[in-house]
């Protein structure tokens, strides 16, 4: 999509000034039980208090499919039984005439976590009693994760999961930064994840070889070489703690091997698939023999043979700063994981959100380990930088790794020198609202195209982003166009990783006098965001001018959300 200027002709332009911004808080605390829900499954919703005059609106984009007065703290809904919808459900207090949001919060109804993946982590598996389990699992759920990659839970990469002489798995053991894992921590938080339909993946290497002993069955000529003569093995160092040595992907021996502790696994603890990881470019590397090896073939080689061995399992394989990423894709991968390193612009994690797109023939949806404010080592995350990060991502239909018994700021995921303020953890709950609610918009579909905006408040531009300008992100659908409205009106960056936390909050701007061109007939205009009522839709008077359709936007801070229905 290229950048282009809609407002050539400044002269007859009164800019609007900024506003301060509105900080919705929700009122009622509203909640359900799970983070997704299976068709035919019925949603059990909960909030704080009973306020009368409020009625409970059922909606799915944005139209209102049923409602009824809030007569309790507690009550179950069932939704259509349509597979791969969401839905916004909203507190409506009614009052002088006046419609007051005291809450909102989305449901998925999905079989399949992976069709719209929300993913977030788990990194301590030590003496965790059964009530901090499910209080982080509760907190997850509230932001509607649906999978948790379990990080650094195993043993050895080529032991993952290690078993007693009898065959039994050890009660104990230690990861390789000699952190304690107990068996019963593990096993807890996969039971009460799959009590919330929240699926749980382990995390292993699927190259890696951790301190090979005598009796382990290990083989050196698996090993990957930085010469033709098998002197130096190609291998990761993590300091004082010793080095992860590399195995060749493609060898079969390598796969038999460690898919035969991968069933050992399965066959003990009930994870619903492997989240595998890989570790970059590893430059011109050999095999045992002397003879070259091309990595990105031999992940499509060992994930090709994964999936037929474990038909039943879900797979993701990090494409790590997208080395791969064509040949991860090409595999029958459940989604896409893209961890993103050198692309530092928020145009660039866009790139890599469509490179996937391409990679995949549009049938994965994309999630993305971006890790804001990388290089701060305390204090608070910068809010801004967090939220226009994720409505970028989301805008495009991606996902963020960023959510699990803390938010991430750094490749290892035990890390936790970043907090979240209470204005972030109030948004954020918003941002996965929306997303959810309206992932048949966002992820479900579509295709981009660009857009003429026209107004005398704001300039405005097609994407990529343009300092001082909003960015439209426009969508068709067969019967509808979405625009999404991203503003860098007030930015300090086009930056995302914002190191330094010096990322300004973009300016907020009330009624917005806009027209957009749309090519087709239009019956309904509505609006939504994640910055304004909690993302309740809310339907807008419009003027339709035979090709353009004029309007006014009621509110815009960080993402704003139009949609034209014919």
């Given amino acids: 999509m290229s950048c282009n200027n809609d407002n050539d002709d400044d002269s007859q332009r009164t800019p609007l000034s900024p506003q301060p911004p509105i900080n919705y808080v929700e009122q009622l605390n509203l909640s359900k039980d799970k983070a997704k829900y299976n068709p035919g499954e019925g949603v059990r919703f909960f909030v704080d208090d009973v306020v009368p005059n409020t009625i409970i609106k059922y909606k799915f984009l944005g139209q209102t499919i049923g409602e009824a007065p809030l007569a309790s703290t507690s009550w179950q809904w069932s939704p259509p039984s349509d597979d791969y919808k969401g839905y916004m459900v909203e507190l409506i207090q009614i009052a002088n005439e006046q419609q007051t949001v005291l809450g909102t919060a989305a449901v998925d109804v999905s079989s399949d976590w992976t069709k719209f ?9 030590g003496a965790i009693s059964e009530a901090q389990r499910n209080s982080v699992i509760a907190n997850l759920k509230n932001f509607h994760i649906n999978g948790l990659q379990y990080y650094d839970w195993h043993a050895k990469h080529h032991i993952p999961l290690p078993l007693d002489a009898a065959g039994n798995p050890k009660n104990s053991w230690v990861d390789l930064f000699n952190r304690e894992v107990k068996l019963e921590t593990v096993a807890g938080y996969i039971e009460e994840g799959h009590n919330r339909n929240m699926a749980s993946m382990f995390y292993n290497l699927l190259f890696g070889a951790w301190h090979p002993e005598q009796g382990d069955g290990f083989s050196e000529r698996w090993l990957i070489y930085n010469d033709r003569f098998h002197n130096k093995i190609n291998s990761h160092d993590l300091d004082g703690f010793g080095s992860i040595l590399i195995t060749n992907p493609q060898n079969e021996e390598w796969q038999n091997y460690i898919f035969t502790k991968t069933k050992d696994v399965y066959d003990h603890l009930n994870f619903d698939g492997w989240h595998l990881d890989q570790l970059g470019d590893r430059g011109q590397v050999y095999d045992y023999g002397g003879h070259d090896i091309n990595l990105k073939n031999g992940y499509n080689n060992f994930l090709t ?10 797979h993701v394989l990090n494409a790590v700063d997208q080395f791969g990423y064509n040949e991860i894709l090409s595999t029958p991968m459940d989604f896409a994981y893209s961890e993103v390193w050198t692309r530092m612009q928020y145009a660039d994690l866009v790139q890599v959100i469509l490179e996937n797109n391409e990679a995949s023939n549009n049938q994965l ?12 080592s305390d204090g608070f995350f910068n809010t801004p930088s967090v939220l226009l990060a994720d409505a970028v ?5 991606g996902a963020h790794m960023e959510l699990g018994e803390h938010m991430l700021s750094r490749e290892y995921f035990p890390s936790n020198n ?3 303020d209470n204005e972030l953890k109030n948004s954020l709950k918003e941002y996965y609202d929306f997303m959810t609610a309206y992932q048949n918009l966002l992820r479900d579909g579509g295709e981009f195209i660009t857009t003429s905006i026209t107004s005398t408040d704001l300039n405005f531009n097609n994407w990529p982003p343009v300092f001082g300008n909003v960015s439209a992100v426009a969508k068709r659908f ?10 860098f009106n007030g930015v300090s960056s086009l930056n995302w990783r914002d190191n330094e936390k010096t990322q300004t909050r973009p300016h907020t701007f009330y009624n917005v006098n806009m027209t957009i061109d749309s090519p087709m007939s239009v019956s309904k205009v509505w609006f939504a965001s994640p910055d304004f009522e909690g993302g309740a839709s809310k339907e807008l008077e419009f003027k339709n001018n035979g090709n ?3 309007f006014t936007l009621p509110y815009l801070n960080y993402w704003s959300m139009i949609v034209f229905e014919n």
């Avoid at 993946?117 to 788990?122: A, E, I, N, T």
């Avoid at 043979?305 to 879900?314: E, Q, R």
């Avoid at 991502?393 to 239909?397: C, K, M, Q, R, Y």
């Avoid at 067969?478 to 503003?487: E, I, S, Y």
């Fill in 117 to 125: 993946p929300r993913y977030g982590f788990l990194s301590d598996f």
């Fill in 305 to 314: 043979a994964l999936t037929a061995n474990f038909p039943s399992k879900k």
């Fill in 365 to 376: 949806n994309t999630v993305l380990a971006a890790y804001i404010n990388y290089e701060s």
């Fill in 393 to 397: 991502i989301f805008a495009f239909g």
């Fill in 418 to 420: 970043l907090q979240m």
């Fill in 478 to 487: 067969a019967n509808r166009q979405v625009v999404q409205l991203l503003n």
């Fill in 548 to 550: 353009s359709i004029t």
